[in-house]
């Protein structure tokens, strides 16, 4: 069953920076694409990025563009967000997602696993 | 920007009702069109794929319809289990993007 767990979430000053990682298992983690996606306290969901299987494309919503860089290695079927500048409308809880069909350059279609997620709190 | 719609943003339901939930897109996505399940502190889960799709797994009494702005998903025979918040997502283009979600509730 894939499992996706991701770690590095907690209180960060406005201004600093944090990076998320998200662990993968029981799947070609590196035949995938992969995203992250947020969702605030209370709120719906927000796509924030994407990552082709190789790393070649990525994609970003332009409300983190500039700010945040996905990234990930497939060696250790690990995927990264770096957030740089964060502000506090960027406190959330950050899922990783795997998208659901493999080798695919851009999106394909839907979400189809996700992890537990990780909470970033972005306070003075 | 897509913006995805959703309707209603709440309702109240028995078990065993027929529930429906529909998703209106602001320019015409084809069927580009999943719905996702999340349950109070829990992950989205997928139900349906591409309008109409069932995600392996997912029960039968789940069903999505609809192409071009409007969509249905339908839950015949709502089970306690179903009491959850239900978003609509497209990916016809970036940035991918999801309804406000709809929390069915237990009457």
């Known amino acids: 069953q894939v499992q996706l767990v991701e770690s590095g979430g907690g209180v960060v000053q406005p201004g600093r920076s944090l990076r998320l990682s998200c662990a993968a298992s029981?799947?070609?983690?590196?035949?995938?694409?992969m995203h992250w996606v947020r969702q605030a306290p209370g709120k719906g969901l927000q796509w924030v990025t994407f990552?082709?299987?190789?790393?070649?494309?990525?994609l970003y919503a332009d409300s983190v563009k500039g700010r945040f860089t996905i990234s990930r290695d497939n060696s250790k079927n690990t995927l990264f967000l770096q957030m740089d500048s964060l502000t506090p409308d960027d406190a959330a809880v950050y899922y990783c997602?795997?998208?659901?069909?493999?080798?695919?350059?851009?999106?394909?279609?839907?979400?189809?696993?996700w992890g537990q997620g990780t909470l970033v709190t972005v306070s003075s | 920007d897509i913006q995805m719609t959703q309707s209603p943003s709440s309702l109240s339901a028995s078990v065993g009702d027929r529930v429906t939930i529909t998703c209106q897109a602001s320019?015409?996505?084809?069927?580009?069109l999943n719905w996702y399940q999340q349950k109070p502190g829990k992950a989205p889960k997928l139900l349906i794929y591409?309008?109409?799709n069932l995600e392996t797994g997912v029960p039968s009494r789940f069903s999505g319809s609809g192409s071009g702005t409007d969509f249905t998903l339908t839950i015949n025979s709502l089970q306690p289990e179903d009491l959850a918040t239900y978003y609509c997502?497209?990916?016809?283009?970036?940035?991918?993007?999801f309804g406000g979600g709809t929390k069915v509730e237990s009457k």
């Open positions: 997602a795997k998208d659901r069909r493999p080798y695919v350059d851009f999106w394909s279609d839907s979400l189809d696993s």
């Open positions: 029981a799947f070609t983690f590196s035949s995938f694409g």
């Open positions: 990552i082709s299987y190789d790393g070649r494309n990525t």
């Open positions: 320019q015409d996505i084809h069927y580009y």
């Open positions: 591409t309008a109409s």
């Open positions: 997502q497209q990916y016809h283009d970036v940035p991918l993007s």
